[in-house]
């Protein structure tokens, strides 16, 4: 079973500066998707990057960027140039690429434990 | 732009009663999923459906649990008689459509609270 593990329950970050969130999965897989959630206080959960395993080119939205390390199976999420919108929960997660219905992919997301960003002033 | 919409925002219910929580997804989406996240922790997956059945389910998804897509448009989740410790946050999320590529993105709703007392 594939599982996703985020090993910083809370960072920081002053206001402008870079900050990096951590992950790290285990798969048997070779074709997925890797995505970078956020939930706010508003509790709603937003997507905030997605990479495909099979793209060695790190996925870029913005101030979002990740660092895809396919044989290490890591994933990490960085932040330029900080905002204090920015504070909010972040969740790593995983979903398998497989083929089941048709060309259509019905599987399930897995979450990691999610790291809880403050950003300062 | 289209969005997941949960109904209640939240609900307070006493121990034993039967709970629905209600979701519209994105109107031409084909892929449903329940997740849900006890206070200040990860969020779990409880059940998948797509043409009418459930494609997947977790152990939290027991008899307990069911769900349902009555006309259509909505999607409910039913608790037949909750215990305690289903109180969390409820999430309810859509994805897919046979036009687009799937990209994979689930589109989650703001979820509805749930309380157990």
């Known amino acids: 079973a594939q599982t996703v593990t985020q090993s910083q329950p809370e960072m920081s970050v002053q206001e402008a500066e870079t900050v990096t969130l951590s992950c790290t999965y285990d798969?048997?897989?070779?074709?997925?998707?890797l995505f970078w959630y956020k939930q706010p206080p508003s509790r709603q959960m937003i997507l905030v990057i997605r990479?495909?395993?099979?793209?060695?080119q790190n996925a870029t939205e913005n101030r979002f960027s990740v660092n895809f390390q396919k044989a290490a199976k890591s994933f990490s999420l960085k932040i330029s140039d900080s905002q204090l919108g920015d504070a909010a929960m972040y969740f790593c997660?995983?979903?398998?690429?497989?083929?089941?219905?048709?060309?259509?992919?019905?599987?399930?997301?897995?979450f990691g434990t999610g790291t809880r960003l403050q950003v300062f002033p | 732009e289209p969005e997941v919409t949960q109904t209640p925002s939240h609900q307070v219910t006493q121990m034993g009663q039967e709970v629905i929580l209600r979701c519209v997804p994105i109107?031409?989406?084909?892929?449903f999923y329940w997740y849900r996240q006890i206070l200040g922790q990860k969020v779990e997956f409880l059940v998948s459906?797509?043409?009418?059945?459930?494609?997947?389910k977790s152990e939290i998804f027991d008899d307990q649990f069911s769900v349902e897509r009555p006309d259509g448009s909505n999607f409910t989740l039913k608790i037949r008689s909750t215990k305690l410790e289903d109180s969390a946050m409820y999430f309810c999320?859509?994805?897919?459509?046979?036009?687009?590529?799937?990209?994979?993105?689930?589109?989650f709703g703001e979820g509805s609270r749930l309380t157990v007392l």
């Open positions: 109107s031409n989406h084909l892929y």
């Open positions: 459906f797509y043409n009418n059945e459930i494609s997947e």
């Open positions: 999320a859509s994805s897919a459509t046979w036009a687009s590529m799937n990209t994979g993105e689930l589109f």
């Open positions: 798969t048997s897989e070779s074709d997925y998707y």
């Open positions: 997660a995983y979903r398998s690429a497989r083929a089941v219905q048709g060309s259509y992919n019905t599987d399930k997301l897995i």
């Open positions: 990479q495909e395993a099979y793209k060695q």
